[in-house]
């Protein structure tokens, strides 16, 4: 059966019957054209004799090569990848790496650089996240995200690790040379388990025609992955530009938007400017525009009020442009909870995005979004499943681990919260808050060794905002002096106008045993530029006595909670008293 199924796939039954019709109707146009040319009597055997001689040499021919867009090759071996089982959610919380999935799956990895100038790296980076982006849109192929892609950027690593790292049996690979004007792509699709190339091409193109590569190269990897692919089913995202000019300075600044530092902030904010006045169309550039100052309103305080209505005016141009942009809408809604509209951006959350999702596949990661805005509201229980599905979709993505971990924290798996910010740390990347977040997370343990382990781990990333973290984890042994250092910084340190700072200082206040002064300086925080989407650090267990003071009550309600768990239930920690009281604990 094994020889006859490989007769099959070679072709050769059909390469056989096609020789066999096409030599049986040469030799009667011979037999009736010869003696009309008054050929010799022995050509007419001659002539019969080699074309059943061809047949088997025809037979021997089609097993071993076979024709490609290339031209004739050797056929390869069939060596179809074995179908992994797929885990369990408690195997993936334990291990979180995906197994090979039985659906076509790929990673893209980080393009290398050729380009004789370094600075060019940016390009070669956003050419890979883009060829990513338009997989992900292909129903039937399941991508890894970016993050975990670029976790090996620059590593020497064995295709099989990276594969079985990442949970996908392909491999798309290549390397960039611009120069000047032109461009030069190089992509390779291999089988991660074996090496094997099953697609291979060089693009030479002008840097103009960069959006036709990208569409060109995914088409051709959906069909090596024998993935039924209607290439521009879905269009381009509403609001991408189509100037290169302007896209080359959206790359240069995802580079900089990414490191949270004042300087990057403020390198990030020119090259989206830059963008935005090439092509004035370009709506996706504004919403990240608007991100990134908001963004900033913490990183660098002293813009805080110029930013927030900067980051305004950018949005409501980017929503005039291209109000249908999934991006967009995103923006939009996390700019309604950042002014307290809870319920506007839930009807986002909850009933549009399930939609876009469906639209534009894993390019939204609407788990990770979902799941993000489910712990702000105290839905940590279910804001878990959303999250660990995003975890394996890209385990190597370093801001899953802080939200992941916090959803386990708040649900009472303080075990699998603590491994999970260790996982963090381990993967590398947003240090800051994954350990500032694991030491918030010990500190609602009150387990001092946990606390010591965590508070010189956070020390390995730098001083927090003016030094908090130092200056109280140093007084763990005398609450009193600490408690009194807190009153002194809130009088002394400008705070007031830093969310952050307000709310570092609210977390050691709970730990030092003063929920109501925690209280004031949560408060304080949410009052400052851009501070509702943190309130998912209300629900912590540092913070439990604090959620049961009637204070506490009137902070959600004031932020807009009450109205959203009306509309779409309530969370964890608060539950309806009567028709028109609640209780939180």
């Known amino acids: ?35 009309t040319f008054g050929a010799p009597s022995w050509v007419m055997p001659a002539f019969t004799a080699l074309v059943i001689a061809g047949f088997p040499i025809s037979l021997v021919i089609a097993w071993a090569f076979e024709m490609t867009p290339e031209g004739v090759k050797r056929t390869e071996t069939d060596t179809a990848a074995k179908v992994a089982k797929e885990p369990s959610k408690a195997e993936r919380v334990a291990a979180p790496v995906a197994s090979v999935p039985a659906i076509p799956s790929i990673a893209v990895m980080p393009f290398v650089n050729m380009s004789s100038d370094p600075e060019q790296e940016y390009f070669a980076d956003g050419l890979s996240e883009e060829l990513l982006n338009k997989l992900a849109r292909i129903k039937g192929l399941q991508v890894a995200g970016r993050t975990s892609s670029f976790h090996f950027k620059g590593r020497n690593e064995d295709l099989r690790v990276i594969g079985e790292t990442l949970g996908v049996a392909h491999i798309l690979e290549g390397s960039v040379r611009k120069s000047g004007d032109r461009v030069r792509i190089t992509a390779q699709l291999v089988k991660s388990a074996d090496g094997y190339h099953l697609w291979s091409k060089t693009y030479d193109r002008k840097f103009d025609d960069i959006f ?10 959906a069909t090596a992955l024998e993935v039924t692919l209607g290439v521009g089913q879905f269009g381009r995202m509403p609001g991408m530009t189509h100037n290169a000019e302007a896209y080359d300075e959206y790359l240069k600044a995802i580079v900089f938007a990414q490191e949270y530092r ?19 169309t370009f709506a996706f550039v504004l919403a990240m525009l608007s991100r990134v100052y908001q963004v900033g309103l913490q990183i660098v305080p002293d813009q805080a009020e110029e930013w927030s209505r900067k980051a305004d005016e950018a949005l409501e141009r980017a929503r005039r442009l291209a109000p249908d942009s999934p991006w967009i809408m995103n923006a939009v809604a996390i700019e309604s909870f950042r002014h307290g509209k809870w319920t506007v951006a839930g009807d986002f959350y909850h009933e549009k995005l399930p939609e876009l999702a469906e639209k ?18 105290g839905k940590a229980r279910t804001a878990m499943k959303y999250l660990e599905a995003r975890r394996s979709a890209d385990p190597l993505n370093p801001f899953i681990p802080t939200y992941l971990a916090d959803a386990y924290l708040d649900s009472g798996n303080t075990t699998a919260a603590m491994a999970e910010f260790e996982r963090g740390v381990r993967i590398g990347g947003f240090q800051v808050a994954v350990r500032g977040s694991g030491l918030v997370a010990a500190l609602g343990t009150g387990d001092r060794k946990l606390i010591d382990k965590w508070f010189a781990l956070s020390q390995e990333v730098g001083p927090g905002p003016f030094n908090i973290n130092d200056i109280l984890g140093s ?33 050691w206040t709970a730990y030092y045993g003063d929920p109501e002064l925690a209280l004031t300086l949560v408060r304080k925080a949410f ?17 439990r006595d604090m959620r049961k003071l009637p204070g506490f009550k009137n902070l959600v309600r004031d932020i807009g909670l009450v109205d959203y768990w009306k509309k779409y239930g309530w969370g964890d920690f608060c539950h309806p008293v009567g028709d028109n009281d609640f209780e939180c604990e």
């Open 1 to 35: 059966m094994n020889l006859f199924k490989e007769l099959k796939r070679r072709n050769v039954f059909k390469v056989g019957i096609a020789y066999a019709v096409v030599g049986w109707v040469l030799i009667q146009g011979a037999s009736i054209l010869l003696p």
């Open 262 to 280: 004042p300087d990057t902030v403020v390198s990030a904010i020119e090259h989206l400017q830059r963008a935005a006045a090439i092509d004035p």
């Open 475 to 507: 007084l763990l042994d005398d609450p009193e002096a600490a408690l009194r250092k807190i009153r002194d910084l809130m009088s002394t340190s400008p705070i007031d106008r830093n969310g952050l700072s307000s709310l570092v200082l609210a977390y």
């Open 360 to 377: 534009y596949g894993a390019d939204l990661a609407s788990d990770g979004e979902l799941g993000e805005f489910l712990l702000r509201v």
């Open 212 to 221: 036709a590569i990208q569409d060109e190269i995914a088409g051709a990897v």
């Open 527 to 543: 009052e400052s530029q851009g501070m509702s989407p943190q309130a998912m650090v209300m629900w912590r267990p540092v913070f």
